[in-house]
């Protein structure tokens, strides 16, 4: 076997546009194994809001990266990679196409192009001081500390997410510089992957809008109060709590709103989160997009996977 780039195919795409169903087809295709790439697939237990492949579906192919984390723990990008990576190899060494899937472009893009990450104790120490500040004075505080480190960083991240700004004012304030020199200096030189993204998308956005509500609804009848009711009981405050079908739910929960009005809280949520992954698909320029509102978008799908996967082991046979 070449010690050559590993080829992996990239399954990705906004919730609800069937990207499980189109990694299991082309793994069960082409001799493979699915890694995901859902930040919120990687806990136990809340199966049915993060839309976790079913039993059924994890004996059809081998699912890594999912299922492993306490609700409890939090998780971050360079854990993802720091885990994902040596997943991928034994998958490749074994022979087998690797099939990246999910709706975490952060964490697609942290693995695909060799991202580094390396944490030093002038880090460390800053997270806790970090940490102490936000758990005293808040998000807007720990926002305008941001704002002075590195203004530009306030367009980058997502302002919203308590996670993604304390750690944006670690990086700026450990290593003194901005976010953006940050990144670009912990990219490898040259990604250790051959890569042949699809990006799953619609020609008509109502289509997919649709396919979210259907969703809902059939959550609703298969568990999904239940598992929002275990949450809530739960009081967890990690990265866990950012799980789109659970604070929608608590209203409901605690008698203060009717069902009917809480799913559809749930889905325009849910409508909103699809609309941002459609945009942070949107960067690549040289993805295949398959549109899931044409019927041939699968024959496409299989036609260029074959067409990479030949390439790549006539590529490895040169080098090798």
Not at 153 to 160: G, M, P, T, V, Y
Not at 162 to 187: D, F, M, P
Not at 263 to 280: C, D, F, G, S, V
Not at 299 to 319: G, L, V
């Amino acid at each position: 076997m070449s010690s050559e780039k590993i080829p992996v195919v990239a399954v990705l795409g906004p919730t609800a546009a069937g990207k499980t169903d189109l990694a299991i087809r082309l793994a069960q295709r082409f001799d493979g194994e699915i890694v995901s790439c859902d930040s919120m697939q990687i806990y136990k237990g809340f199966d049915i809001a993060t839309a976790k492949p079913t039993k059924d579906e994890q004996r059809l192919v081998p699912h890594h990266m999912i299922d492993f984390l306490s609700p409890e723990d939090s998780f971050s990008a360079a854990e993802y990679v720091k885990m994902a990576k040596p997943v991928v190899a034994d998958i490749h060494l074994r022979g087998k196409a690797v099939i990246l899937c999910g709706g975490t472009g952060l964490y697609a893009d942290a693995l695909l192009s060799g991202m580094l990450f390396s944490e030093s104790a002038e880090e460390e120490q800053k997270k806790r001081e970090i940490s102490a500040y936000y758990q005293d004075y808040g998000l807007d505080a720990l926002l305008e500390r941001l704002k002075r480190a590195d203004p530009a960083a306030l367009s980058q991240i997502d302002c919203k997410n308590s996670k993604r700004v304390l750690r944006a004012v670690v990086i700026c304030e450990a290593y003194g510089t901005s976010l953006a020199e940050y990144r670009a200096q912990n990219r490898a030189k040259q990604s250790p992957y051959h890569v042949l993204r699809f990006v799953l998308d619609v020609h008509d956005r109502a289509y997919l809008y649709r396919r979210i509500d259907l969703r809902v609804d059939k959550m609703a009848t298969s568990g999904l109060l239940e598992e929002a009711e275990s949450f809530y009981l739960s009081h967890i405050d990690g990265t866990a709590s950012q799980i789109i079908g659970y604070k929608e739910l608590i209203p409901f929960i605690e008698g203060r709103m009717p069902l009917s009005q809480a799913l559809e809280n749930l889905k325009r949520a849910t409508r909103r989160y699809a609309k941002r992954q459609m945009i942070w698909f949107r960067k690549y320029p040289d993805a295949v997009r398959l549109y899931i509102d044409d019927d041939s978008f699968f024959p496409q799908a299989e036609d260029a996977c074959r067409a990479f996967i030949e390439r790549t082991e006539y590529d490895d046979s040169k080098n090798a």
